[in-house]
């Protein structure tokens, strides 16, 4: 590995059985070998059409699904498929939908604990001190702590997801469409949320999205899945500026906007 270089993917496959036909299971394969690097503090976003794989490989790199082959390293560690407390403390998800990944019977205080409770060895007041500072980084008080998510707004719980997700301070957060459900104006605050949060705790951003004003905007490099296979793996710059390639053209083409 190259000094800056954070996580290495390497050769990932990942097979799903769905029923056939007279019952006989199918192996759809979501992914085929797919390889890549990405550097301390990049942002690298994963782009393709519907059912190219983009979801499958961010949970697959968060640790939320097991590969069928393939290996994941951070640094020089492979990340094995159910080693889940180191790979929680190195890598976090955030989701498109906050109000579901939040728990409504819980205070939000208690659930950005939660991972300290788990992972770290600190009191019960360096916990809530921990947790009050992690709301601050997000733009949100420390009352929000005791606040429930059915009275926060979209943009208040999304601030809270990202607050959870940096309770470790991880090295890298893969965030799948975790923009897509927020209108225009809330979307460009998160956004510079993360820009900020990246340059102060210099993290690396694993991102899917369909937008590409969000891409271009934030993401050092592109990796274009089509079918389960990597088809291009560039700096943003260059794929917008000269591919002649018709399906990534088509997806860059797709109009979402910053607002
Ligand atoms: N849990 C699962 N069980 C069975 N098949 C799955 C599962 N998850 C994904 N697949 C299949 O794997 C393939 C890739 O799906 P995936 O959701 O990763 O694509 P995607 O590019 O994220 O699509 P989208 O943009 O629609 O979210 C699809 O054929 C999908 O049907």
Redesign the pocket.
Known sequence: MTMTELLRVSELSKD?L?KGRWWTPKR?R?LKQVSFSLKSGETLAII?E???????LARLIAGAESPTSGQIFLRDTELKPRDYSYRCRHIRMVFQDSEASLNPHLTIGRQLEEPLLFNTSLNASQRREAVAEALKKVGLLPEHAVFHCHMMSMGQKQRACIARAIMLNPDIIVADEALAALDSSIRAQIINLLLDLQRDMNMSYIF?SHSPEIIRHMADRILV?RDGEVIANAPTEEIFENNPDSYIQSLLQQTYTLG
């Open positions: 799903y769905h759809i979501a393709g519907t059912g190219s794989g983009k979801s499958s899917v899945l």
